[in-house]
Nanobody, 122 residues
C-alpha cells in the first residue's frame, strides 16, 4: 500500500516559519513529481507547490511565491515545504501529493497523504 506521511504541521504566529515534510514509502516515487496542496473547511483543495523528480522544475501558487520553498531529497524519498512569513490565510490542512510530472500534479495528483494541520495565529 502506498503511503505518504506528512509531518511538521502545527501552530505558529504570523510572520513565523514552519517546515513540512512528506516521506513516501514507495521507492519508485523518487522518480515522480511531488508537491503540496492545502484545504480549508468549505473550500476546494488548492495547489500550493510542486517539484519535478530531479528538482529542476518547480511551480508555485501565486499566493505563496516568494514565501514558500519546495525541495526534495530523493535519497530519503522525502519532499519538503519551507513556509516563511506565514499569514493567517495560510491556515489549512496541507496535503502531500505525487504524480508522474509537475503538469499532472498541479491538476490531478495520483496519490495523496493524509494531511497535516497548519494554523497561523494573529
Amino acid at each position: 500500500q502506498v503511503q505518504l506521511v506528512e509531518s511538521g504541521g502545527g501552530l505558529v504566529q504570523v510572520g513565523g516559519s514552519l517546515r513540512l515534510s512528506c516521506a513516501a514509502s514507495r521507492r519508485t516515487f523518487s522518480t515522480y513529481a511531488k508537491g503540496w496542496f492545502r484545504q480549508t473547511p468549505g473550500k476546494e483543495r488548492e495547489f500550493v507547490a510542486a517539484i519535478s523528480w530531479n528538482g529542476g522544475n518547480t511551480a508555485y501558487a501565486d499566493s505563496v511565491k516568494g514565501r514558500f520553498t519546495i525541495s526534495r531529497d530523493n535519497a530519503k524519498n522525502t519532499v519538503y515545504l519551507q513556509m516563511d512569513s506565514l499569514k493567517p490565510e495560510d491556515t489549512a490542512v496541507y496535503y502531500c501529493a505525487v504524480a508522474l510530472n509537475v503538469g499532472v500534479l498541479t491538476k490531478e495528483p495520483d496519490y495523496w497523504g493524509q494531511g497535516t494541520q497548519v494554523t497561523v495565529s494573529s
